[in-house]
């Protein structure tokens, strides 16, 4: 089944002590992303890549790293999480073409709430 | 860079009405605009997007219209059904190097209730 998977799904932690959000996808898809939701907000990009060790930064970039060293993973780094991290979070994939066909896949959501 | 706003933030319809949720966009060189649909508790799906050589799409009772010169995009719903009901999502894509998709805004969302 063709999907996109992140863990944990729910995460409690504490200020400053450094957690990572896996994801990954198995459509041999080029383009993946991380998005954060919170109420009110929308969806807003952190990071994404567009190909093996090629990542970028979205909107909302910091106190967040990412790595790409495989094609299927693409994880969420968080070194020192503060309380403002506390948010929905998405990992998402696409083909890497032409705009009009890069249809995102949403993982099921990382909920993280940093105390 | 990129911002996009959208409109209403929340939308209120009577089954069988239509509904029209509205953003704009203020990169001109944006060339890509889905719309996701947001249902409680699960993931964004794509319902519907449009790309900037186009001025119009549709799917069944969704469309899509493009207004490049004016910088707007609109999600048409007609026929209303309470399965509608969920949070959409407009977005606009600022092309990368190379012409791939890059940077993907997304709007605030629009909390639609359709009522029986």
């Known amino acids: 089944e063709a999907q996109v998977t992140q863990n944990p799904r729910y995460l409690i932690t504490v200020t400053g002590k450094k957690l990572t959000v896996t994801c990954s996808q198995n459509m041999n898809h080029e383009y993946m992303s991380w998005y954060r939701q919170d109420p009110g907000l929308g969806l807003r990009q952190i990071y994404y890549s567009m190909n093996v060790e090629v990542t970028d930064k979205g909107d909302v970039p910091e106190g967040y790293k990412v790595s790409r060293k495989e094609k299927r993973n693409f994880p969420l780094i968080l070194e020192s999480p503060s309380p403002n991290q506390t948010s929905l979070y998405f990992c998402a994939s696409s083909l890497w073409s032409a705009p009009g066909t890069g249809e995102q896949y949403f993982g099921p959501g990382t909920r993280l709430t940093v105390t | 860079g990129e911002n996009v706003e959208q409109h209403p933030s929340t939308l209120s319809v009577q089954e069988g009405d239509s509904a029209v949720i509205k953003c704009t966009y203020s990169d001109s060189a944006s060339n890509y605009f889905p719309w996701y649909k947001q249902e409680l508790g699960k993931r964004p799906q794509l319902i519907i997007d449009i790309r900037s050589n186009v001025g119009e799409k549709k799917d069944q009772r969704i469309a899509v219209t493009l207004n490049k010169t004016a910088k707007h995009f609109s999600l048409h719903i007609t026929e209303t059904q309470p399965e509608d009901s969920a949070v959409y999502f407009c977005?606009?894509?600022?092309?990368?190097?190379?012409?791939?998709?890059?940077?993907?805004?997304f709007g605030k969302g629009t909390k639609l209730s359709v009522k029986p």
């Open positions: 977005a606009a894509s600022v092309p990368n190097y190379g012409g791939s998709q890059g940077n993907l805004i």
